[in-house]
């Protein structure tokens, strides 16, 4: 209801902002997260036991409930400074450097380098902690705007993220991988910042909606594979669409929903080839009360059924109706945007 009132501008419908908030805070779900996977990974960082890979964001063990953790309390829509989250934000913004990126706490020595391909390893970092440090309220701070200008001086000329000049073969990911969590974050830019950065938006545009799905299907089927093109700078190599990497493995679910939703949100053109099947799909598939459903519901149990421990019940809130619709009207919702308020891309 949070994200609906916010997203169509309509919170009378919904009731008010502060109320849905407040109602968003004292959700046990948004509860057992804190304590369960936030709060572990912030007392483990503020007594020093975590090390190496460990000790991150991003990492493993601990510090994956950390990046679980924030991706669920956004997706309930809990954005107060809680100590734990406090602590955990203000940490992130403490590793930035004055080139502008943000560094893991197990980079120290790599972050002193000067060579492109140490550079390129920030990306993934300097992506997520922007993502995560604008949606929490701190998108004001100016080592976010320092970390967009180093985003965009890494961009390549094709509008993609890589992690070197060269790619050894078409179906290779990583391009999709990094592109895909600066546009996350660029997703997140405020209004004020969009200007700045048009140029490095255009070209991610058109790079995003050019490499995702390129076949028509259903939007909100979990696939075993990436619906992704190769990547045009690999040399050529048959076979079938990448698996999932282990980021996505990870995090159980793909939606090519979600990829629709990030091309419309970095200002692709809803009229690309790629983008107006599935946006026609959506329009003729939505029911006569105004939803989607799933479209194989026994998805949803199967993943709870699959989870003893409950960590993945995070992952399930992606799996309901409601969120699907959600989903479904925020995709119409920019696809219906002035053409002057989105992004001119090239095909």
């Not at 992130?92 to 140490?118: D, N």
Request: net charge positive.
């Amino acid at each position: 209801r949070l994200h609906a009132a916010r997203a169509l501008s309509s919170p009378r419908k919904f009731g008010p902002i502060k109320t849905l908030r407040e109602d968003a805070e004292r959700d046990m779900f948004a509860r057992d997260v804190r304590e369960l996977f936030l709060l572990p990974y912030a007392e483990a960082r503020r007594t020093g036991r975590l090390r190496g890979p460990a000790s991150g964001i991003l990492g493993p063990v601990l510090s994956s409930n950390a990046s679980v953790a924030l991706d669920a309390m956004l997706a309930r829509g809990c954005f107060e400074p809680g100590p734990a989250l406090q602590f955990v934000l203000e940490e992130m913004l403490e590793r930035s450097t004055r080139r502008g990126f943000f560094y893991e706490p197990f980079q120290v020595e790599a972050k002193a380098s000067r060579k492109s391909a140490a550079a390129a390893a920030f990306v993934l970092v300097t992506a997520a902690y922007a993502r995560y440090l604008i949606a929490f309220g701190l998108g004001r701070d100016p080592r976010i705007a320092r970390a967009f200008d180093w985003l965009a001086s890494q961009q390549d000329e094709d509008g993609a993220w890589r992690e070197g000049r060269t790619v050894d073969f078409r179906g290779d990911i990583g391009s999709y991988l990094l592109t895909r969590a600066v546009a996350q974050a660029f997703a997140e830019l405020p209004v004020r910042s969009v200007r700045r950065y048009a140029e490095t938006r255009r070209r991610l545009a058109g790079n995003w909606a050019s490499r995702i799905l390129p076949a028509c299907d259903d939007p909100d089927a979990v696939l075993p594979w990436l619906d992704i093109t190769s990547d045009p700078r690999g040399n050529s190599h048959g076979g079938p669409m990448p698996e999932l990497p282990d980021g996505l493995r990870d995090r159980i679910l793909y939606f090519p929903m979600e990829d629709l939703w990030l091309a419309l949100k970095v200002g692709a053109d809803p009229d690309h080839p790629n983008l107006k099947p599935w946006l026609d799909w959506l329009r003729d598939t939505q029911l006569a009360d105004g939803s989607w459903r799933l479209g194989d519901p026994s998805l949803r149990e199967r993943l709870l059924l699959s989870d003893p421990n409950g960590r993945l019940r995070a992952e399930a809130l992606f799996l309901t109706d409601e969120w699907i619709t959600l989903r479904g009207a925020q995709i119409l919702q920019l696809a219906a945007r002035p053409q002057r308020a989105r992004v001119a891309t090239a095909s």
